[in-house]
């Protein structure tokens, strides 16, 4: 017999049946800043409201003001685990709108840097997943790995993490052989780590009970709420931009798109860990067509397109020509043809999407960032719905979500 | 053709061999099972080996620190084993990207909510002066909220400079007097910071 | 068959008419406009169609133009038919002093957001939204700031001079 039928009560005073747990927006657990308000009932999540915007820098008002190549600076801080493939897909973009035609060998080597960074965002998410249901040794091993990258991107483009790389119709400069011999040097020791890793966590009982089960999704759902990428493929959706629509030449290489089926986070997992063995794949692929480049094909490193491409440094203080391009460039001389461009390329969280008007003048009338965190965010409720507290964790880990790209 | 740099190729093996370094002992006079020194110099000591920091990562410095947290660049070699997540038990609170406004006040909550002795980092441009963010809706700089003991630039700033930082913070606090917080200048810095 | 932009152009038209217009496609991509009325039953006749079949809200966003007087704001919506892997994009204007525009979050879920981040940043009121209020910005602030008449910089900081900056003269 419940209580009501011995006691009475008086008047309001067990109103309200469930907690109030605050979650963030600094926790341990958001890596990033969002808060989320739960509802508990007991262990149970009720409901949940979450709370976004407290990174909110501004970059499409900042992109209103900046001419095309300062806008790449933007997009590094997009999503900052994996800023090389937000910086081409703005360039691809860019590309798109001013009709300039990259070729191939500029191509593979975009292709192999952002297989290279895609995997460094995969890494850093499945090891937090990993740190969030309370392994920490997984992260310290892939880690170092995530330097090696870094060196990699350091070769290129001199920084670590911002990377700022590239231009529009290339990269800035040819690689050097030191970063041929790391990405030889990655190839080679990068799997036996990530078979570790697999390892570790794949079949580990203490993991699979944390995560089978755990914010699953349905398909439908999930594409009502507008899910890309991994996320959408763990629940069984297998789109991928660089199938649909291939950009930078990902028509040439030969890989599969791993396809989960219940969506919830050991799926999240698997379908990620099964992507950085498909990246691995490409990047072999490409690294080995860049090496069959021989002669003057293999001294290649940008599109001919002057009026947009920034002249390599060097150049700039010999030539004459290079000097005036330089200038041109960069006090807004060329012309930007009016227009208006959606392009969208395959990010670590799924598909970004770069929405650019242009009015004819040096900045971009308006440009609009479709980010997959703000968007697949919202589903976080549904998730989460009935699950118990510490699900909430791991739930959020698994998404992905990274604050940068989520508020913008 | 390509600048002739090249770092870390072929990475060298450091020899670990009997090159362990060890905190020197402060001046003070020695006798036969006795040691005396000034207290500031004894809990300074104390204080700069252990510190606990509590990492405030809002964007791409935290990535950074994630980094220098890792094997590569440990943190804990510094005496830092402990991250902890909680202010009422941490010394250090290293706020790291950017500040908007809407975080504004929560810096400050969870600055209100250490315990003195506090230090504050402020890493990254963002969390220094706003960096590249000259917007309506980005604090430019932490200061504005909190006072801050050092403040580490850069866009993210390399590990190597986080550690930089974080052994310039440890010469302050192995440095400070321990009548410090008591004064009133001390007190005077929190006043203009609106915090009693 | 595969489907074309044609197509879906001659679907559109044989259903609504001459209510939609500006039929372009810039690179590529089938862009047209329609009344803002029309906005929901456009897209309910694209989701619902069986060949049609855009299921699929890629992006909701809109655009200021202060210039084009009785249409100021432009709300477009990106749509994708997923399986035939055509894109679509359906811009909807409104005038700025009465801008409301019936929400897609009935459609598609994922509308709830992007139509709050639109509010927020245009002042767009989307008629029927569950939870209309600000996302990404302060919820006190009174101003929409991607309009173009506000500024970038916050105007009361102290610490930066905007004469050193270089700005005043270029836009």
Same mark, same amino acid.
């Given at each position: 017999m419940s209580i009501e039928h011995h006691v009475k009560l008086p008047e309001g005073s067990i109103e309200k049946n469930t907690t109030t747990l605050n979650l963030g927006p600094t926790h341990p657990a958001t890596h990033g800043v969002f808060q989320n308000i739960l509802e508990l009932d007991g262990e149970r999540i009720v409901s949940s409201e979450q709370t976004v915007g407290y990174i909110h820098r501004a970059f499409e008002k900042l992109a209103e003001r900046r001419p095309l190549y300062q806008i790449t600076t933007l997009t590094d801080r997009l999503n900052y685990c994996s800023s090389p493939i937000n910086n081409m897909g703005w360039h691809v973009t860019c590309e798109k709108l001013l009709g300039v035609k990259t070729p191939k060998r500029v191509d593979y080597l975009r292709v192999i840097i952002m297989e290279l960074s895609r995997i460094s965002d995969h890494l850093i998410c499945n090891s937090v997943v990993g740190v969030d249901s309370g392994a920490f040794t997984g992260f310290l091993y892939v880690m170092q790995y995530r330097e090696l990258i870094y060196e990699i991107y350091e070769e290129v483009c001199g920084s670590r993490l911002t990377t700022n790389m590239g231009r529009i119709g290339g990269f800035e400069r040819n690689f050097t052989n030191a970063a041929f011999e790391k990405i030889e040097k990655f190839l080679a020791e990068y799997p036996g780590v990530l078979r570790e890793f697999e390892n570790m966590f794949t079949r580990n009982r203490i993991f699979m009970e944390r995560t089978i089960g755990a914010g699953p999704i349905s398909a439908e759902r999930a594409l009502n709420y507008g899910f890309t990428g991994p996320n959408l493929r763990a629940a069984g959706v297998d789109y991928d931009v660089r199938v649909h629509t291939p950009y930078s030449s990902y028509e040439d290489f030969n890989f599969e798109i791993p396809v989960g089926t219940t969506g919830d986070c050991y799926d999240r997992f698997l379908v990620r860990n099964n992507e950085m063995w498909q990246s691995l794949n490409i990047i072999q692929q490409a690294y080995q067509k860049v090496q069959d480049m021989k002669g003057a094909e293999a001294e290649i490193f940008h599109a001919d397109a002057p009026s947009y491409y920034l002249p390599e440094k060097k150049d700039v203080y010999t030539k004459m020509e290079s000097l005036i391009w330089h200038f041109k460039i960069v006090m807004g001389e060329t012309e930007i043809p009016p227009g208006e461009v959606y392009n969208s390329v395959e990010g670590g969280n799924g598909e970004v999407g770069f929405y650019l008007i242009s009015d004819g003048g040096r900045t971009p009338y308006r440009l609009h960032f479709r980010r997959p965190c703000f968007i697949y965010y919202q589903a976080y409720s549904e998730l989460t719905k009935g699950a118990m507290l510490s699900d909430a964790v791991i739930v959020m880990s698994s998404l992905n979500l990274i604050a940068g790209e989520m508020d913008a | 053709m390509a600048r002739p740099v090249r770092f870390n190729v072929h990475p060298i093996k450091a020899n670990i061999k009997d090159n362990i370094s060890l905190v020197d002992m402060p001046e003070g006079y020695a006798g036969d099972g006795f040691f005396t020194t000034s207290l500031s110099k004894v809990v300074g000591l104390a204080r700069q080996n252990s510190m606990w920091p509590m990492p405030f990562a809002t964007s791409c410095c935290g990535i950074e620190f994630m980094a220098t947290m890792a !094997?590569? %660049?440990? $943190? #804990?070699?510094? &005496? #830092?084993?402990r991250l902890g997540f909680s202010p009422r038990q941490c010394d250090l609170l290293m706020v790291m990207g950017t500040i908007a406004k809407k975080m504004g006040p929560i810096v400050k909550q969870v600055y209100l909510q250490m315990a003195e002795p506090r230090w504050v980092m402020a890493v990254g441009a963002c969390a220094s002066s706003g960096g590249i963010f000259d917007? %309506? !809706?980005? $604090?430019? &700089?932490?200061d504005q909220v909190v006072p801050v003991d050092v403040y580490v630039p850069g866009c993210p700033p390399r590990p190597e400079a986080i550690l930089d930082g974080f052994i310039r913070i440890q010469e302050l606090v192995g440095a400070e007097s321990v009548r410090r917080r008591n004064s009133e200048q001390y007190k005077g810095l929190l006043q203009s910071y609106g915090i009693q | 068959m595969a489907l074309t932009n044609e197509t879906i152009k001659e679907r559109l038209i044989a259903k609504f008419?001459?209510?939609?217009?500006?039929?372009e496609e810039p690179y590529g991509l089938l862009t047209f406009e329609a009344p803002k009325d029309l906005n929901l039953k456009v897209m309910q006749f694209l989701f619902d169609d069986e060949e049609l079949r855009f299921q699929f809200l890629t992006d909701l966003t809109a655009v200021h133009y202060p210039d084009q007087a009785g249409r100021e704001l432009a709300v477009v919506y990106h749509l994708h038919n997923l399986t035939d892997n055509i894109r679509l994009r359906l811009k909807v204007f409104t005038a700025i002093g009465q801008p409301d525009i019936f929400t897609a979050t009935q459609l598609y879920s994922a509308a709830n957001w992007m139509e709050r981040e639109t509010f927020d940043f245009f002042g767009v009121n989307f008629v029927g939204h569950p939870n209309l209020k600000r996302i990404l910005n302060v919820d006190e602030m009174e101003y929409f700031p991607l309009r173009k008449e506000f500024p970038l910089e916050d105007q009361t900081r102290i610490d930066k001079d905007d004469a050193m900056f270089g700005r005043g003269t270029i836009k």
């Open positions: - | !094997s590569h %660049y440990d $943190l #804990a070699r510094f &005496g #830092a084993e917007t %309506y !809706s980005v $604090l430019q &700089g932490i | 008419g001459d209510q939609l217009s500006r039929f």
